[in-house]
């Protein structure tokens, strides 16, 4: 692999080109970030059409307004404006393939490094597009796809969103049951599958998979195979991705993404709560462009190309198709950005594991822009992975992290390491910066830093333009310097509308809005709600603002399992394990927090007669792993006599969990609303034994 070295082109921070911009063509100056935020915030029509302007976004209609009207839910943004996500990528194609810059380049555990121009990417996309219109796929028809984090998924994503298809990807770690509750809410027209992949060193073939996932969505009408790893025949009745890729005539060079309505539907994507299915999250053409694109320039430093002195800029962020940060990753086109992709385990195999794998792919890649999952990074500082015997890491400019809480001690380590390979390569440059975000699959990212502010280890540097977060008591009240629920009180235009099939949109509003409702809270420039103002999104996490306004995420304020950025609802666990005969009832908690390692117990109540050994434990495991993914696999497993329950019956989750995180019993549970109150004493014996040992 032949190591590239970008041009180092004089830096220019993308918030300061912004503030330039701003003075220019708005004549806003501000003392401060806090002002400029505040003003986002208070005055955001004026914020969003800025950043509309500021990235040049085209639209052949013009829109009747910004935002049509400020309330949550309901919100309108962009009325009469014409986008598409596609063509906003395509727009990049002649000036990036001129500078040189490929579009993807990507490598996987066998080694196979691949590169795909801008002019092929449009080409095979475009190939795709036409074979999808030749089924009869038309503006709003769901096309799903079971397909890993390779060229070809963002090859199919783009062409099913190019004629208004809506996108939905489940990564083929998941099993059959994770992937039918989420794919069978949508009814796809089209499944897109491969056939296999490899992952920590084992060829797993994914043909039963995809036979059972054609079985169980009766919608399916065809089914598009790419041949991964070609261990078997092809499925019957699919059409090859290669021979669709062979076409080449004058339809595909000509072929244009369709103009489509601002709201259009983009993707559905998947949020886990609590209780059953999936929530199937709609996000729309231009909310997700206008968000995704601000938030990535300003924020996460990330060089656009209509801007000088940016060609050059390599973004990789490790994730799996599943994640939401896969949908950031691809995000990186909508900028003329080179996106370096790896598919498989970052860890290596159980048999050899190398935690510097990914560093070395970035490094001789030329990476300048490295993000990955907390998890990841805690990972490396436990294998001791010594970043400056990897020559070429001196091109890093930024690490990213999101998924969980980082915590300070592993964000020290990652300085410390950067430090010393500018130093091994003779580099004069200053600390690397640390680009920690937080936010969701739901809406977007609220939290995360900010080139040209201070970092503090383990918190994150400001709330994002444009973004009303605040922490809020349970009176709904905002609280400064104390931890409190995470809400955000204006609309954002990447706040999914619906979900899909959600027809009296009772689980929609019941998933983020009844926690706070209409019309309590503040204004973020001063002043009460009105009381038609609509509700206030509660988001799940925990959050404190500090009084210079940085960000500290202290894990799910709900049961949501959070699994390494990967979130699962505790009832898709329950239905996986409580199938098999033995098991009466069971219980799940996820005690992510700041600054601690994931730890996840599972509690069994099993039948009578019935003991916990290693081959039932063996069976659990096993049936998580098959109907949901190996990063679900519980840390330990407890046979308990009774699953804490309230007198309707309700597991309760959330109050084993905070304590277990070490709130005192008195503040988290009331026995007398308790049916087996007897059951809690055990409980607290595990968490004393849990804390002391943490």
Request: contains cysteine; hydrophobic residues 40%; glycine residues 8%.
């Amino acid at each position: 692999m032949t190591t590239h070295t970008p041009a180092n082109p004089p830096f220019v921070p993308q918030i300061r080109l912004y503030q330039q911009w701003l003075a220019e063509h708005r004549q806003l100056y501000f003392d401060d970030y806090q002002a400029m935020w505040r003003w986002s915030v208070s005055e955001i029509e004026a914020f969003w059409q800025a950043a509309w302007d500021y990235l040049d976004l085209q639209s052949p209609t013009p829109h009747t307004a910004v935002l049509e009207r400020n309330t949550m839910p309901g919100a309108r943004w962009f009325v009469g404006a014409k986008v598409n996500y596609a063509q906003q990528v395509f727009r990049h194609v002649e000036s990036a393939h001129a500078a040189g810059m490929p579009a993807i380049i990507s490598s996987n555990e066998r080694g196979q490094r691949r590169e795909l121009s801008w002019p092929e990417l449009k080409r095979q996309s475009a190939a795709l597009t036409l074979h999808l219109q030749a089924l009869g796929v038309q503006p709003g028809d769901r096309v799903a796809a079971y397909m890993p984090n390779i060229p070809e998924t963002m090859v199919a994503f783009l062409a099913v969103v190019s004629i208004g298809g809506i996108w939905s990807v489940c990564a083929p770690d998941m099993g059959t049951n994770a992937v039918v509750d989420r794919f069978k809410q949508v009814t796809p027209k089209v499944l897109i599958a491969v056939d296999g992949v490899t992952y920590a060193g084992k060829d797993l073939e994914r043909h039963t998979v995809v036979n059972e996932l054609r079985a169980a969505l009766p919608t399916v009408e065809h089914v598009v195979m790419y041949r991964n790893l070609d261990l078997q025949p092809p499925l019957a009745d699919s059409v090859d991705w290669a021979q669709i890729m062979q076409r080449d005539d004058a339809a595909v060079h000509a072929f244009e993404p369709l103009w489509l309505d601002f709201s259009h539907p983009l993707w559905i994507v998947y949020s886990s709560g609590t209780t059953g299915l999936p929530k199937p999250l709609v996000h729309g053409h231009g909310g997700t462009m206008l968000n995704l694109e601000i938030h990535k320039n300003l924020h996460c430093d990330i060089g656009c190309s209509y801007q000088p002195n940016t060609w050059g800029e390599r973004f990789l962020w490790y994730s799996s198709t599943g994640w939401i940060m896969w949908n950031v990753q691809i995000s990186g086109l909508m900028s003329g950005t080179t996106c370096v992709i790896y598919d498989g385990n970052p860890g290596g195999t159980k048999e050899h594991p190398d935690w510097s794998l990914l560093w070395r792919f970035a490094a001789a890649e030329g990476v300048t822009f490295f993000g990955g999952g907390a998890a990841f990074y805690a990972n490396c500082m436990k294998a001791n992975v010594q970043l400056n015997k990897i020559p070429g890491l001196q091109n890093l400019r930024a690490l990213g992290t999101t998924g969980s809480p980082l915590s300070a001690e592993v964000q020290q380590w990652g300085s410390e390491q950067m430090q010393q390979v500018y130093a091994s390569a003779g580099v004069q440059r200053p600390d690397i910066w640390w680009c920690n975000i937080s936010g969701g699959t739901d809406a977007g990212t609220y939290v995360g830093g900010l080139r040209d502010l201070p970092m503090v280890a383990g918190e994150m540097q400001c709330r994002f333009l444009g973004v009303s977060v605040e922490a809020w008591n349970e009176q709904g009240k905002p609280v400064i310097d104390e931890v409190g629920e995470l809400v955000v009180t204006q609309p954002l235009p990447s706040m999914p509308p619906y979900f899909w099939g959600d027809k009296d949109h009772q689980r929609y509003l019941g998933s983020y809005f009844d926690t706070f409702p209409a019309g309590q809270g503040r204004k973020p420039g001063g002043g009460d709600l009105p009381a038609d103002a609509g509700s206030v999104w509660r988001h799940g996490d925990w959050l404190k603002i500090t009084p210079e306004g940085r960000a500290i995420i202290y894990g799910r304020s709900d049961a949501t399992i959070n699994r390494y950025g990967l979130r699962m609802g505790t009832s898709e666990l329950y239905s996986a394990i409580e199938a098999l005969p033995e098991v009466l009832d069971s219980m799940v908690v996820d005690l992510e927090y700041l600054g601690k390692d994931s730890y996840m117990p599972l509690f069994v109540v099993l039948r009578p007669g019935v003991t916990l050994d290693d081959a039932l434990r063996a069976r659990l495991n096993g049936a998580i792993r098959t109907a949901l993914s190996p990063r679900f696999v519980p840390n330990d497993i407890f046979q308990v006599a009774e699953i804490p329950r309230t007198l309707s019956g309700k597991k309760q989750e959330l109050p084993i969990k905070k304590l277990m995180l070490g709130q005192p019993v008195e503040k988290v549970l009331n026995r007398d609303a308790m049916a087996n109150p007897a059951c809690l004493d055990w409980y607290i014996e595990l968490a004393n034994r849990h804390l002391a040992a943490a």
